[in-house]
C-alpha cells in the first residue's frame, strides 16, 4: 500500500488506483478534435447535409470550432458515448434529419477505423501522467484505466506513448457496464483486481470521475485540470482537485 499527497491533502493505504485517458493521460483536445472533424464528415455524407451545418453538427459534439478546442461541458471526452449521440440527434431533428442510435452507433464505428488509421499524429501524452503512472508501478499498485472511449482506442493510445504494459485493466465505453458516473465500471474494476473499494481512488479530469468514485464507495477521487475543465471549476466541485499530476507526491503506507 502507498499513501498518495499534495501539499492540501493526503490518501493513506491505497493499493490500487483508477485513472481516465482523456484530459488526464492524453491530451484531449489534439485527439478529440480530429475525431469529431472526422464523425461530422461521415455524418455529412451519410445524410446528405448541406456543408453549412458542419459547424453546428460539430458543436454539438463538443467543438469549439472557432478555437478549435473542446468546449468544457463536452459532451466528448466528458460524458458517455450514448449522451453524444443523444445531442447529435436533437442538432439533426432541429434541421429536419432522423435518425437513430444504433444508426449513429454504426456511423460512430467507421468513422472510428477511418480515424485509427491516422490516429497516431493526434495521441499525444499529457507528461505529469505518464511520469506519475510510471512511479506508482515501482510501488506495484494496480492500476486500471477507466474510459469512456473504446477499450480497443485506450489500449493503442497508451501504446503509442509507450506505457501499455503500466495497465493491469482497461475498460472502455464498449465494455457494457454503464455509464463511469453510476460506478458501475469502477466496482466492477474492483473486483476484477481483487481490490476493496476503501482502498482505491480515481483520477480524472471530469465530473464523471469525482460520481463514478462516489457511487463505487471508492476511498475518494483526485481531479485534474489537464483536460476540458479549469482549476477553479474542479476545485469547487472536489476539494481533492490539482492543476496537474506533478503536485502528487507517493510514498511507502
Not at 176 to 199: Q, S
Request: charged letters at 25%; proline letters at 2%; hydrophobic letters at 40%.
Amino acid at each position: 500500500m502507498v499513501n498518495i499527497s499534495s501539499a492540501d491533502f493526503k490518501f493513506e493505504n491505497i493499493d490500487g488506483l483508477l485513472i481516465d485517458k482523456d484530459g488526464t493521460v492524453t491530451d484531449s483536445h489534439i485527439y478529440w478534435c480530429e475525431h469529431i472533424r472526422i464523425r461530422t464528415s461521415k455524418i455529412l455524407e451519410k445524410y446528405k447535409i448541406d456543408s453549412k451545418f458542419s459547424n453546428q453538427i460539430s458543436e454539438s459534439m463538443g467543438l469549439d470550432v472557432q478555437k478549435n478546442r473542446l468546449l468544457p461541458q463536452g459532451p466528448i471526452a466528458i460524458k458517455s458515448r450514448t449522451e453524444v449521440i443523444e445531442n447529435i440527434m436533437k442538432c439533426l431533428n432541429s434541421i429536419s434529419i432522423e435518425t437513430s442510435q444504433e444508426e449513429l452507433n454504426s456511423l460512430f464505428i467507421d468513422a472510428n477505423n477511418m480515424f485509427r488509421s491516422v490516429s497516431h499524429d493526434f495521441i499525444k501524452p499529457i507528461n505529469s501522467a505518464v511520469k506519475f503512472i510510471e512511479k506508482l508501478k515501482s510501488f506495484r499498485i494496480k492500476i486500471a484505466l477507466v474510459t469512456s472511449d473504446s477499450r480497443e482506442n485506450a489500449y493503442y493510445a497508451m501504446k503509442k506513448i509507450g506505457i501499455q504494459d503500466a495497465f493491469d485493466l482497461y475498460l472502455g465505453g464498449d465494455s457494457n457496464l454503464g455509464n463511469k458516473k453510476t460506478g458501475k465500471p469502477a466496482i466492477f474494476a474492483c473486483k476484477k483486481l481483487g481490490l476493496t473499494p476503501e482502498n482505491v481512488i480515481a483520477i480524472g479530469d471530469a465530473e464523471m470521475d469525482f460520481n463514478m468514485a462516489l457511487n463505487a464507495g471508492l476511498k475518494g477521487s483526485i481531479l485534474v485540470s489537464t483536460g476540458q475543465n479549469t482549476f477553479k471549476e474542479l476545485k469547487k466541485l472536489n476539494f481533492t482537485s490539482i492543476k496537474n499530476l506533478d503536485y502528487l507526491s507517493v510514498t511507502t503506507g
